[in-house]
C-alpha cells in the first residue's frame, strides 16, 4: 500500500484486503498453481493461450506444429489439420470445451487444465459428429436442436 498516498483509499484498501480472504480461499488452488495466471485472462484470451500450450508442448515433442493457413483448422500437426479447444477445471470438478463445429479439421485436440495437472484428448472429427449427433455430446446454442456448435 505505499503507492497509495490518499487516506481515504488507504482505508478503503485495507477493507479490501481483509475481504480478499473470504474470496481467495475459494480458488486457492489456482493461487499456487503456475497456471492460475491463465484463469486471470479474458476468455477471448484463454482459447489463444490453449493453442500456443499446445503448440509449444507439441513442438518440444517433436511434432511438426504450425498455424492454420485458414480459419478452418487452429494448427497444422505433422501435417493433419486440428482444431484445439481449451478448458480449465471448473468449480464442479469437469473440463469444458465449447465451440466446436464443422469446419475443415481432422482431429480436435482438447487440453484441460487443472491447478496442478492436465488432461488431454484427441478426438477424430467423424467421433466428434457421431457424438454430437447421438447426443453424447450437447450443441452449445439452441439447445438439443441447435446445429451451429457443440
Same mark, same amino acid.
Do not use: M
Given at each position: 500500500m505505499s503507492r497509495i498516498s490518499d487516506p481515504d483509499v488507504k482505508l478503503l484498501a485495507t477493507f479490501a484486503a481483509e475481504l480478499h480472504a473470504d474470496y481467495v480461499a475459494e480458488d486457492d488452488d489456482w493461487t499456487c498453481s503456475p497456471f492460475g495466471w491463465i484463469k486471470t485472462r479474458p476468455s477471448r484470451q484463454v482459447g489463444v493461450i490453449g493453442e500456443k500450450l499446445i503448440a509449444g508442448f507439441l513442438a518440444a515433442k517433436g511434432f511438426d506444429?504450425? %498455424?492454420?493457413?485458414?480459419?478452418? +483448422?487452429?494448427? &497444422?500437426?505433422?501435417?493433419?489439420?486440428?482444431?484445439?479447444?481449451?478448458?480449465? &477445471?471448473?468449480?464442479?470438478? !469437469?473440463?469444458?470445451?465449447?465451440? &466446436?463445429?464443422?469446419?475443415?479439421?481432422? !482431429?480436435?485436440?482438447?487440453?484441460?487444465?487443472?491447478? !496442478?495437472?492436465?488432461?488431454?484428448?484427441?478426438?477424430?472429427?467423424?467421433?466428434? &459428429?457421431?457424438?454430437?449427433?447421438?447426443?453424447?455430446?450437447?450443441?452449445?446454442?439452441?439447445? %438439443? +436442436?441447435?446445429?451451429?456448435?457443440?
Open positions: 506444429v504450425t %498455424r492454420s493457413p485458414d480459419s478452418q +483448422a487452429d494448427r &497444422l500437426i505433422n501435417g493433419k489439420r486440428s482444431e484445439v479447444k481449451f478448458s480449465t &477445471l471448473w468449480k464442479e470438478g !469437469f473440463y469444458k470445451f465449447q465451440q &466446436l463445429r464443422n469446419q475443415n479439421y481432422d !482431429f480436435a485436440v482438447c487440453l484441460g487444465i487443472s491447478p !496442478f495437472d492436465a488432461h488431454c484428448w484427441v478426438i477424430p472429427k467423424s467421433t466428434v &459428429l457421431e457424438q454430437w449427433k447421438k447426443g453424447g455430446i450437447e450443441s452449445q446454442h439452441g439447445g %438439443r +436442436a441447435g446445429t451451429d456448435t457443440a
